[in-house]
């Protein structure tokens, strides 16, 4: 991949981080949202999906539509991100394949962020260290992008802000959303949380 360097954001990471600890019994997934534009790629945001189902689907298609709406002329869907149930699972499997190609068809240095499940209990411990291994498309299969960082030096403090202050609780995933459409699945409450944070 060209960019060898990513950084998440605080509210970005938040995120994925409650979604992962709302619906810890399964595999749950999401969109990255960025600027297209520079390195390191920054992730700014995240709109967590499924955590029914993470396939291909009309759903998907419906999420997509929603999002095209809401971006800024210089931010885009720049990647995704996939926990799996199963502890064991450390890399993409189909369904993985078949949303990082249609994400692809549009940002074509696209990124997946496959969770460490491992890794993700211990990130309190583990200081800075983010618990994901990173994927992009290479000679039309992903693969493991050995050469790239991601980084976020307000990490530690964002994890204690979802866990200490229950935040996952909260999190609204499009699931939820399409269940009942008063429920933000951006999330909103958050980022606001997390920005005051940090401001």
């Known amino acids: 991949m060209a960019t060898t360097s990513i950084e998440i954001s ?30 390191p790629l920054l992730i700014q945001d995240v709109y967590p999906l499924f955590h029914t189902g993470h396939g291909l689907s009309p759903m998907l298609e419906i999420a997509l539509i929603q999002l095209d709406t809401t971006f800024s ?11 799996f149930e199963n502890c064991k699972q450390q890399s993409p499997d189909v369904h993985c394949e078949r949303i990082m190609d249609k994400i692809s ?12 499940n491992h890794a ?27 050469k790239a960082q991601i980084f976020s030096n307000e990490s530690c403090i964002s994890s204690q802000e979802v866990i200490e202050k229950k935040l996952y609780e909260s999190c609204v995933d499009f699931d939820d959303h399409l269940e009942d459409t008063r429920l933000d699945w951006s999330n909103s409450k958050i980022t606001e949380l997390i920005v005051s944070k940090f401001s």
């Open 10 to 39: 605080p509210t970005a990471y938040a995120k994925i981080l409650s979604h992962i600890l709302k619906y810890q019994h399964y595999t749950v997934n999401g969109l990255l949202i960025g600027n297209q534009n520079g390195d």
């Open 73 to 83: 002329s210089e931010q885009t869907i720049i990647g995704y991100y996939h926990a």
């Open 105 to 116: 068809e549009h940002f074509k240095q696209a990124i997946l962020l496959l969770v460490d």
């Open 120 to 146: 993700l209990t211990k990130i309190k411990e583990e200081g800075s260290k983010l618990p994901f291994h990173i994927f992009s498309r290479q000679d039309s299969s992903l693969r493991l992008a050995s």
